[in-house]
């Protein structure tokens, strides 16, 4: 019993051991595909090898398709700082979020923050942020302005999910 759980611990029944840090960066990058959508829906992988490519001076990192694919999967470990940078710049996230736990938190937060405005109104989004933001003073009166502030966008204009921003 104890050397068949080794033996799959070690990856001998033909199975790769998990890798916790491509997994990790695998997460992270499929986050970015999942939030970060300017087209109004999300990126290929081709849409993102080719403006890596675009972008990309004299000795700058590309990246192809299969790499792509092999780092969203987490099966790639150990990429570049190039191709790091790379999709941080064409992602419009620091190079740190892949690697840095606080940054990618940070990132993670803004993200979300941004897709929940685009889907609700400004009213929706303040009274969800009301939660975390009451445990200070400035949060609550930060609150308090958005729904004020919402409040008064609606009668503005007189319809619901008006295209104004924020």
Do not use: C, H
Request: hydrophobic share 40%; glycine share 12%; proline share 4%.
């Amino acid at each position: 019993m104890g050397v068949r759980e080794l033996d799959g611990a070690d990856g001998v029944d033909g199975e790769v051991p998990a890798d916790p840090e491509g997994e990790r960066l695998g997460q992270r990058i499929e986050f970015l595909f999942t939030y970060v959508q300017p087209l109004g829906r999300r990126y290929t992988l081709q849409e993102v090898v080719d403006g890596i490519r675009e972008a990309a001076g004299p000795g700058d990192s590309k990246v192809s398709v299969g790499r792509l694919w092999m780092l969203v999967k987490g099966k790639a470990g150990n990429p570049t700082v190039g191709t790091l940078r790379a999709l941080g710049d064409f992602f419009g996230v620091p190079q740190a979020y892949f690697i840095d736990d606080e940054v990618a938190d940070r990132v993670v937060a803004q993200l979300s923050l941004i897709a929940a405005m685009r889907a609700n109104d400004v009213r929706s989004v303040a009274l969800r942020a009301a939660a975390v933001a009451t445990q200070s003073a400035q949060g609550v009166d930060m609150v308090r302005s958005l729904v004020e502030r919402s409040g008064v966008l609606e009668s503005g204009t007189g319809a619901a999910g008006s295209q104004t921003e924020p």
